[in-house]
């Protein structure tokens, strides 16, 4: 067993020498050395979550009444890795989350996610885990799509830390270029895979903002806001057609 300047020395995350994190609750493995989950994103995970808790749970009726809504929804995890996302979704809004899917482009991640499920244990009921590239394989509509793409452009490369490069999945970080590949991939097709009145939640580097928000008028969605994470920088985006 290595010593602690040895570890030190090593630059191994202690994410992955612990082997989990806590995520909104939730217990998450990273035995298969997939991508850490980030405190940014449990940070607007959680106001994501809170958001849809507001939505869903009370509806009011032509008198100004609120009765419960029982509608019971489908969701989204794409680019899930870990899985964190998806499950800290079904952990606390159980009552009325029907189903979640999970979608990566890798067999670890795909692996991954199935051990977490079983560690937090979800229902099999709840949840269906496949390969795709993004939509490619999905079938269906989703009322959420919930999207942590990758998002480090390839001119920022040297800003990521030594120790991230060097451990953790560049999949899961390099996005081309302007490190928009993937999130634009997604807006173009994303609305044909959401129900009426759906909503996608987008994390992004703060920096891209602005061109985000030029590639959202561009595939004409109707209605978006950005939000600042727990550092003050815009981190994600709430998103409907």
């Known amino acids: 067993m290595p010593n602690r300047e040895e570890i030190i020395k090593t630059q191994i995350p202690w994410e992955y020498l612990d082997g989990f994190v806590d995520f909104l609750g939730c217990k998450i493995d990273l035995s298969e050395k997939t991508f850490i989950p980030?405190?940014?994103?449990?940070?607007?995970?959680?106001?994501?979550?809170?958001?849809?808790?507001?939505?869903?749970?009370?509806?009011?009726?032509k008198n100004?009444?609120?009765?419960?809504?029982n509608r019971q929804l489908t969701i989204l995890d794409a680019f899930a890795g870990s899985g964190c996302i998806g499950i800290a979704v079904l952990k606390n809004c159980s009552k009325f989350c029907r189903r979640v899917d999970f979608t990566d482009v890798s067999e670890k991640s795909l692996k991954q996610i199935k051990?977490?499920?079983?560690?937090?244990?979800?229902s099999k009921r709840k949840y269906r885990v496949f390969k795709s590239d993004i939509f490619k394989n999905v079938r269906g509509s989703y009322d959420y799509i919930f999207a942590n793409p990758p998002y480090v452009a390839k001119n920022r490369l040297k800003?990521?830390?030594?120790?991230v490069l060097k451990?953790?999945?560049?999949?899961?970080l390099l996005a081309g270029i302007n490190g928009l590949f993937y999130i634009e991939k997604l807006l173009i097709t994303a609305k044909k895979f959401l129900k009426e009145n759906?909503?996608?939640?987008?994390?992004?580097?703060?920096?891209?903002?602005g061109k985000i928000k030029r590639i959202l008028k561009k595939y004409q969605y109707s209605k978006f806001n950005f939000y600042k994470d727990q550092f003050g920088k815009y981190r994600w985006a709430k998103i409907t057609p």
């Not at 980030?38 to 009726?61: D, G, H, M, S, V």
Request: glycine fraction near 4%; aromatic fraction near 8%.
């Open 159 to 163: 800003e990521v830390s030594k120790s």
């Open 64 to 69: 100004k009444k609120l009765k419960t809504n």
């Open 115 to 122: 051990i977490n499920l079983g560690k937090n244990r979800i």
């Open 198 to 209: 759906g909503i996608i939640y987008l994390e992004f580097d703060p920096l891209q903002k």
């Open 38 to 61: 980030r405190p940014e994103t449990e940070f607007w995970i959680e106001k994501a979550i809170r958001q849809l808790k507001t939505q869903n749970t009370k509806i009011k009726t």
């Open 167 to 172: 451990y953790e999945p560049r999949q899961a």
